[in-house]
């Protein structure tokens, strides 16, 4: 009867240890989340770029440059819905530019940064 007491214990025990170690590790674990941005193009030249920043300011579309392994990027919005990113870019073909619905990954903490659109961390995030 003691030796059922003592594994029963012990298993008790190791179980709260294990659980307890396998909580930590996988807590610590930082997942990944899809966004998508509405890119509408990539430019080797700033010109080319500041052009590009222009037209869309012109037909009051929102817009982003942000620059990336010396290119610049030029970016209308980040979506965590691809749907919401698709719009967006259908009114912007519609408008004669053309546009890609590019799939990026964030970590997961990053969410809510991109939920209230906030661009200034969002571009900080994209070009490094």
């Known amino acids: 009867m003691k030796i059922i007491r003592f594994i029963v214990v012990l298993a ?7 659980g307890s170690f396998y ?36 037909l ?4 982003y440059r942000y620059q990336k392994d010396n290119n610049f990027v030029v970016i209308a919005g980040v979506f965590l819905n691809e ?6 870019g259908n009114v912007i073909s ?7 619905v590019k799939q990026v990954n964030f970590t997961s903490d990053f ?6 659109q906030n661009y200034e961390a969002i571009i900080k995030e994209l070009s490094s």
């Open 12 to 18: 008790v025990a190791l179980s709260i240890l294990f």
């Open 23 to 58: 909580l930590k590790f996988f807590s610590s674990i930082t997942s990944n989340i899809n966004a998508y941005i509405v890119q509408i193009g990539i430019y080797k030249q700033e010109e080319n770029a500041n052009e590009m920043i222009k037209k869309l300011t012109d």
């Open 60 to 63: 009051q579309q929102p817009n």
């Open 83 to 88: 749907e919401e990113a698709k719009k967006m």
């Open 94 to 100: 519609e408008k004669g530019i053309t546009c890609v």
């Open 111 to 116: 969410k809510e940064v991109i939920e209230q």
